[in-house]
């Protein structure tokens, strides 16, 4: 199993530029979820989905859309990239919507000029 | 706003040490995770503990888990250089049916050789 995966791994974008973060698991797990990363802030939680179809807003949801047609799939999109959203962003996945431990992919650090 | 907060922010030890970190959080949970995350990598899910239970033990680690206090504690036996790394509590604070898992801002640990 590759587990997760995230592309690209590194991003530089320009204001006002918009992207998709992509983020795959080979493992069949429902329960998917988009975090990022700053300096002293620990992880956020921005947007995640309970299964395919199902998605709700997290902690940070403004300037970030994503959508779950398959089990495997949950990419995030960047609308508009603004400096405030440079940050290295984690996708993770989990069995089930249960208590169940998250598995991380490796993360990928946008910047935004 | 952080529901979880590690303490200390930063710990450093001599190889053979033990390692104790804290987490503290505002709501009543369902379980609360610990997390490693090395320089530059994603996070390693390392254990759970549930809201009914007091204590848990994997390996080298204990968890402790005390609900009243609304906080819990890691403690690492016989620290090596390999533990350096951040480590964040994660608990879902939301009420069941959804689970979203917050995340402190983490400990970083250095393990001196």
């Known amino acids: 199993n590759a587990g997760v995966t995230q592309t690209p791994k590194f991003q530089v974008l320009k204001t006002g530029q918009s992207m998709t973060l992509q983020c795959a698991q080979d493992?069949?797990?429902?329960?998917m979820s988009w975090y990022r990363q700053d300096p002293g802030m620990g992880l956020r939680l921005i947007h995640y989905s309970v299964g395919a179809g199902i998605t709700d807003q997290g902690e940070v949801p403004n300037g970030y859309n994503v959508s779950r047609s398959t089990t495997e799939d949950f990419p995030l999109r960047l609308l508009s990239a603004a400096p405030s959203q440079t940050s290295v962003y984690f996708c993770a996945s989990s069995y089930s919507m249960g208590v169940n431990e998250q598995y991380f992919g490796p993360g990928t650090r946008l910047t935004v000029t | 706003s952080q529901q979880g907060e590690e303490d200390p922010q930063a710990l450093s030890i001599q190889e053979g040490e033990n390692a104790t970190m804290n987490c503290s959080y505002k709501t009543s949970i369902n379980n609360l995770q610990w997390y490693r995350q090395n320089s530059g990598r994603g996070l390693v899910h390392l254990i759970l503990i549930r809201s009914n239970e007091r204590e848990k033990h994997s390996g080298r680690l204990r968890v402790t888990l005390d609900t009243s206090k609304k906080s819990s504690s890691l403690l690492i036996t016989a620290s090596r250089a390999a533990d350096t790394a951040s480590y964040f509590c994660a608990t879902d604070a939301t009420p069941s049916g959804t689970y979203k898992y917050i995340f402190g801002t983490g400990t970083r640990l250095k393990v001196l050789a």
């Open positions: 493992m069949n797990h429902e329960y």
